[in-house]
């Protein structure tokens, strides 16, 4: 293993982006931004991205994990957009099959006075058939109908006489964060420079008013300026913030829509598949998705959401609310007989989804839920190349199409590599551990598993739990900051792990242990550390004030 000077690093990142003149610099460490980066580096342009938080430290982090097509869309008349995301679904598993793994769905059919509506049962039936015929047929199965007892077994937690059927259909999951973190990487891997925690205070323009780079501003160094012959805009919500910068007033262009996810442990819920719920009085559905296995085959917690409501807030801080964790609850409790109240949630996230008002002109909804998740490319009259919209199934497709009008911007041509692209991780030769307490790390870490496992056998005490009840170890905090530019204890808590949205309070609790661990990498004083531990703390406080003293 390598020894790896962080701060030096960092510095050397940041002088090279002062230095170079970009082809593209590309604002925003999302899943978007960093599709970008990556298929742009790939195709042999000089390429910066910039990020003022952390990677995936805003919506890229908070979505709920499915790589999918969505059936719903289907009922929308979205069949071009359900094709394409399960095409893209089918290569995000081939290129980062250690990240995304196949998960069966389940749609209870419910009875109606004793008697399953066959009026229901068929519509669902064609449409499953028509979602496997426009591509779900790619994971390798097919959609099939479940026996009211079969049905049972995967949520025993129902209430038996309710349960007429069932459907079952095959989809992925993903760590969000992780696919961020390995689409960083990669893109550096390939000669980028990707920078978190460097803001962009405002876009140049040359003489001619055309964009030319960006003045930027990293929390641990001065402010200075990108040279890039194209500027692209992939901050999501935060796209008309940038493109006030460029234009000197706001577009509006972005209806942000927040969606709301709630972490209840899975012995109240235990579904073995995730299952879909209808929420009573709503034409809306909730994914009830188990999480963090154990050794035996079971799960540790459930998931639950997402809400998807028209949000007026501030985008810097949606936080989830009580009337926010009383509507999934309600759908929750609806569908089980445990009667899981707010004193069981052990962590809730929020995130917004970046919805474009219009695309091609279509007539805007006053539900976001009926708001298309088509993405959309557009460009300023400085040049500055805006995407938009769009899913976190579909990013290398939005990806392409960003890059394809950059190179039209600069009058070159170069074919796109990323269908094929595997993403850091991914060698399938890599050995697999025996190690019951390490298996959790391949699908964390892939081919990588084995850096961490070299770690652990350096200090054994780097292969002790990092926060108390969960999987993660804390040789994953010190190879978080080493190679996956980690640089706060909120970006290990957060997102290198998902501690902080799968049990706060141990997360909390953990707190000063892992900064304590990682100071030494980053420099951190005794003060540093207080510092960390309390601005964390304060963060997660504030959720909980939110969500009106959530325990």
């Not at 058939?129 to 049905?151: C, E, N, P, S, V």
């Not at 079952?168 to 990707?194: E, H, P």
Request: with cysteine; aromatic share 6%; glycine share 6%.
């Amino acid at each position: 293993m390598p020894v790896v000077n962080v701060q030096a690093e960092r510095r050397e990142s940041l002088d090279h982006a002062k230095n170079e003149q970009f082809d593209v610099l590309v604002i925003g460490g999302g899943v978007t931004g960093l599709g970008v980066a990556v298929d742009a580096v790939t195709r042999g342009l000089k390429v910066a991205l910039v990020e003022r938080d952390d990677f995936a430290s805003g919506t890229s982090s908070k979505s709920s994990k499915l790589i999918h097509g969505g059936v719903r869309y289907l009922q929308q008349g979205e069949v071009a957009l359900v094709y394409e995301a399960l095409h893209e679904r089918h290569r995000l598993k081939r290129n980062a099959p250690h990240l995304v793994q196949t998960l069966p769905f389940m749609i209870p059919i419910l009875k109606r006075d004793g008697v399953v509506s066959r009026k229901i049962a068929r519509a669902l039936g064609s449409a499953l058939w028509m979602y496997d015929l426009t591509g779900g047929w790619r994971i390798g199965k097919f959609h099939r109908r479940l026996k009211a007892d079969k049905a049972f077994t995967h949520l025993p937690t129902m209430e038996r006489k309710r349960l007429g059927s069932a459907y079952l259909y095959f989809d992925a999951m993903a760590d969000d964060a992780r696919i961020c973190v390995a689409l960083a990487r990669t893109a550096a891997s390939y000669g980028a420079s990707v920078l978190n925690y460097t803001r962009v205070d405002k876009i140049l323009h040359d003489s001619h008013g055309r964009a030319c780079g960006a003045i930027v501003k990293p929390h641990d160094g001065e402010a200075f300026e990108i040279k890039a012959r194209v500027v692209v805009n992939a901050a999501g919500v935060w796209s008309d913030e940038v493109m006030t910068t460029d234009e000197g007033k706001n577009p509006e262009s972005i209806r942000p829509a927040k969606g709301v996810h709630l972490t209840v442990p899975w012995s109240l819920v235990r579904n073995d598949i995730a299952v879909v719920i209808p929420v009573p009085g709503d034409k809306r559905s909730l994914f009830l998705i188990p999480w963090i296995s154990n050794y035996d085959g079971t799960y540790q917690y459930t998931y639950v959401g997402t809400t998807d409501t028209d949000y007026q807030g501030s985008i810097d801080d949606p936080h989830c609310t009580r009337i926010d964790i009383d509507y999934v609850l309600k759908a929750l409790n609806a569908a089980v007989t445990t009667k899981i109240t707010a004193d069981d949630v052990t962590a809730v996230w929020s995130g917004l989804r970046p919805l474009v008002k219009s695309v091609s002109g279509e007539k805007i909804s006053s539900r976001t839920a009926d708001l298309s998740r088509r993405h959309k490319v557009s460009k300023s009259k400085s040049g500055v190349i805006t995407i938009a919209g769009g899913k976190l199934t579909t990013y290398r497709k939005m990806a392409q199409d960003t890059v394809d009008e950059v190179l039209a911007a600069i009058n070159q041509s170069a074919r796109c590599k990323t269908k094929n692209l595997k993403l850091i991780g991914a060698d399938s030769n890599a050995r697999k551990t025996s190690d019951a307490k390490l298996m959790h790390l391949h699908s964390r870490f892939g081919s990588e598993t084995e850096k961490i496992i070299s770690m652990i056998k350096q200090d054994p005490s780097l292969g002790e739990p990092l926060t108390e009840g969960l999987p993660y170890l804390r040789a994953e905090a010190v190879f978080a900051v080493k190679f996956e530019m980690a640089r706060s204890l909120d970006d290990i808590l957060s997102r290198r792990t998902r501690a902080r949205i799968i049990n706060r309070r141990a997360s909390v609790d953990s707190a000063r242990s892992v900064a304590e661990l990682i100071a030494p990498l980053l420099g951190w004083s005794d003060q540093e550390i207080n510092n960390q531990v309390l601005h964390y703390c304060n963060s997660c406080a504030d959720e909980d004030h939110a969500a009106l003293q959530l325990q």
